[in-house]
Nanobody
């Protein structure tokens, strides 16, 4: 099976920084696009940032200029550097990866989520 494991969440004051990391492991053939989503209390899950295998990125308007997504294809990891954090960034952050497993089945996988709390 395939697992996505996130790390790096926590509590930070407004204006601070956090770095989230996610590693995909297991019976993987190849990883396609990877991304970060978030879900605040009482709200729907939303895209934060996404990166293709080739390095093309897209960001939610609310995080442009503050967050940076990056990946290491050799390690099947994706990171999210979050700077100038605001209280409205408080949410559970989920890693996502679209990948082919060793049976060449293509589907999306989710991590378990990591809490990010930004205090004012």
């Amino acid at each position: 099976q395939v697992q996505l494991v996130e790390s790096g969440g926590g509590l930070v004051q407004a204006g601070g920084s956090l770095r989230l990391s996610c590693a995909a492991s297991g019976k993987i053939f190849s990883v396609g696009a990877m991304g970060w989503y978030r879900q605040a209390a009482g709200k729907e899950r939303e895209l934060v940032a996404r990166i293709t295998r080739g390095g093309s990125t897209n960001y939610a308007d609310s995080v442009k200029g503050r967050f940076t997504i990056s990946r290491d294809n050799a390690k099947n990891t994706v990171d999210l550097q979050m700077n100038s954090l605001k209280p409205e960034d408080t949410a559970v952050y989920y890693c996502n990866a679209d990948l082919w497993d060793i049976g060449l089945v293509y589907r999306g996988y989710w991590g378990q989520g990591t809490q990010v709390t930004v205090s004012s």
